[in-house]
């Protein structure tokens, strides 16, 4: 027994259809609906809170940025100061002190022996690095020459002592690449028959980086 | 609600409707978005949350140490501003202010200056600041004078205890047989000197402004 059919009339029937169909299409949008809503609204109340926690934040820097740039500034300039004094220190580390050096010479050279001629020359050296990715070299190099006179019968001795006793110096020879004696000859200028002989010694310091 | 029933006015009604509330829509998602304000550091402003939190704390770690920054700027300031003033050649007047030092010196040793003319040292020229990296150039003069081996002793002395920055870097003492008081001594004497004017100027704007 079908009671639609037995108990509803035709138009009523057809009325019950659409209502159906009308309120099922409505449910629907009100979903769709809801849902965008729902969705838009999270989205939105969540970049609200960003938002907001981004300017709390912007403002703490903001706040903070005069210092903080004041500070960068100090700190730049402190290293650069640093670095300025740095490398006046190697100037001043690298420099031969003259006083000491002056000083221990007269002590080393014996009564027999007298000085002609003293001579020290510095030279501040750049060299490139030969293999990429070494530094290059900032040095400072000091030559040494000395020549004089030595009297007396045992000329030659006296030399030669003198030499061994300027390579033990604690400002010559412990602190130089080289110290010989590079030349020695009877001095015939004034007496052919004299024993007197002239001398000469040269030497390199080591090379200080500057 | 049946689209086909409206009437023309009705549809246009909704039209408008539903395009203002799209433009509501629009608006109050755009307000939600992170914007740039004016007056802030464009970084900053366009920055997002994360990349803020640690420019935040990169300023916390910084502003934590702001006494120490602050006390170690004024120190190596001050200090490098009395060397430059007591002990590096000026830019100006160079050979003036070395004439000053040297004559001093004599002076106090008791010896007379033969000569004193402004030496370019080989270095100063041969070498390649920039490529080496430095902010110093020197400055040099050749000294040429007679006295005792004694007395040159003293005369260095006197220049290196008053200035440790001071370079003998070349000395030549040729002995005198008949007098051994008057032997030739000839000195070369540099001083650092900052190679740039900016430099000089940048040391004298720190801490004045």
Not at chain 2, 118 to 141: C, H, I, L, N
Request: charged share 30%.
């Amino acid at each position: 027994m079908n009671l639609n059919v037995n108990l509803m009339d035709s138009p009523e029937i057809q009325a019950r259809k659409g209502f159906k169909k009308k309120h099922a299409f409505q449910g629907l949008g009100f979903l769709l609906l809801l849902g965008v809503v729902l969705f838009i609204g999270q989205h939105v109340l969540a970049n609200l809170k960003e938002k907001s926690a981004i300017k709390a934040l912007q403002n703490e820097i903001r706040l903070n940025e005069k210092k903080y740039n004041s500070l960068l500034t100090m700190r730049e300039e402190n290293n650069w100061a640093e670095k300025i004094k740095e490398e006046l220190e190697q100037w001043k580390e690298s420099s031969l002190v003259i006083n000491p050096l002056a000083v221990e010479l007269v002590g080393l050279v014996p009564e027999n022996i007298q000085l002609l001629e003293m001579g020290l020359a510095g030279e501040l050296v750049f060299r490139s690095a030969k293999v990429k990715g070494e530094s290059d070299e900032r040095l400072r190099t000091y030559s040494f020459s000395l020549a004089g006179r030595s009297e007396g019968e045992n000329s030659e001795d006296a030399v030669l002592e003198f030499v061994k006793k300027l390579r033990a110096a604690e400002n010559f020879g412990t602190v130089m690449e080289s110290l010989r004696l590079s030349r020695t000859e009877r001095e015939v200028r004034l007496n052919n028959n004299t024993t007197n002989r002239l001398f000469f010694i040269d030497g390199q310091y080591k090379e200080r980086v500057w | 609600m049946d689209w086909k029933s409206l009437e023309d006015k009705q549809k246009k009604q909704y039209i408008i409707l539903a395009v203002v509330f799209l433009g509501v829509i629009f608006k109050v998602v755009q307000l939600a978005m992170p914007s740039g304000e004016e007056g802030v550091n464009p970084k900053i402003a366009n920055a997002s949350y994360e990349e803020l939190d640690q420019e935040r704390m990169s300023h916390k770690r910084l502003l934590s140490k702001e006494e120490s920054i602050i006390e170690e700027y004024e120190r190596a300031i001050k200090e490098l501003k009395q060397i430059n003033e007591n002990y590096l050649s000026p830019k100006l007047n160079t050979l003036t202010w070395a004439s000053e030092k040297i004559y001093k010196a004599a002076k106090k040793v008791n010896i007379t200056i033969e000569t004193l003319e402004e030496y370019r040292t080989r270095s100063s020229f041969e070498y390649d600041r920039e490529k080496a990296g430095k902010s110093m150039e020197p400055f040099g003069v050749r000294v040429i004078t007679s006295c005792s081996y004694m007395k040159m002793i003293e005369f260095v002395s006197y220049l290196e205890e008053s200035n440790p920055y001071i370079s003998i870097s070349q000395i030549n003492l040729q002995g005198n047989d008949s007098n051994p008081q008057a032997h030739t001594l000839a000195v070369i004497i540099e001083w650092p000197s900052f190679a740039s004017e900016e430099d000089i100027k940048r040391l004298t704007q720190e801490g004045s402004s």
